[in-house]
Structures are given as structure tokens and as C-alpha cells.
């Protein structure tokens, strides 16, 4: 079904979506930092802590990260990214959560009723 929100030659990559997906996810974040965050899983580190002084080396650091999860991830699968990442010696918590945002409805769909 052509997409009715979008003219041109992205109106048929649009409509077909669901089948070029593995091209989009690759070629979609080459177009903008904008399109990268909108199909994929983004990581934001918001708090370090460390050592108490510039010329201390740290015995323990912490790292405050924010993981906006992409609609095709669960959080159990974004958090096991990051420990993959990460490697074994360090600590993941996880001190909050949430489910993905998902898709917003088009068109006719009921939910806009």
C-alpha cells in the first residue's frame, strides 16, 4: 500500500518498508544524525564520576547511561548489548526502565478515533 504522506520516489521506498528494512537501517542514518536516532537504538552518557582530583587515578568510576531504545528492541536486549560492550568486569544495573515508544498510528487506524 503507497504511503499517502510522502510524493515522489520515497513514496515507494516507504511503502515497501517493511521489506527494505535491512537497506534502510543501513542507509537512513548516512542521511542525517536525525535518521540514525530514528532507526536505531541511541546511547547517551549523562553522569561520570571518578577520582576526587584531576591528579588522582580512580579506584572505581561510575557512568550514568540513557539508552533510547528502538521500537524493534526490548530493553532486556539493549541492556545485553551494553554488557556485551562492556565486557564482564563491569557492574550493569539498570536504575530505571521503560518499553519503547511504539509506532504512531496513520491514516485510518482506529486508535486515532
Known amino acids: 500500500m503507497p504511503s499517502p504522506y510522502v510524493a515522489g520516489p520515497l ?38 564520576e571518578g577520582s576526587s582530583n584531576p591528579n588522582v587515578l580512580a579506584t572505581k568510576a561510575t557512568a550514568i547511561v540513557n539508552l533510547s531504545v528502538a521500537v524493534d528492541w526490548t530493553v532486556g536486549e539493549a541492556v545485553q548489548h551494553v554488557r556485551d560492550i562492556v565486557g564482564a568486569s563491569v557492574k550493569v544495573h539498570v536504575l530505571d526502565q521503560s518499553v519503547p515508544t511504539p509506532v504512531s498510528p496513520t491514516g485510518h487506524d482506529e486508535r486515532w478515533l
Open 11 to 48: 513514496r515507494a521506498v516507504f511503502a515497501s518498508a517493511r521489506f527494505l528494512r535491512p537497506v534502510l537501517v543501513r542507509l537512513l542514518p548516512r542521511f542525517s544524525p536525525e535518521m540514525a536516532a530514528a532507526v536505531r537504538t541511541t546511547v547517551s552518557v549523562t553522569m561520570l
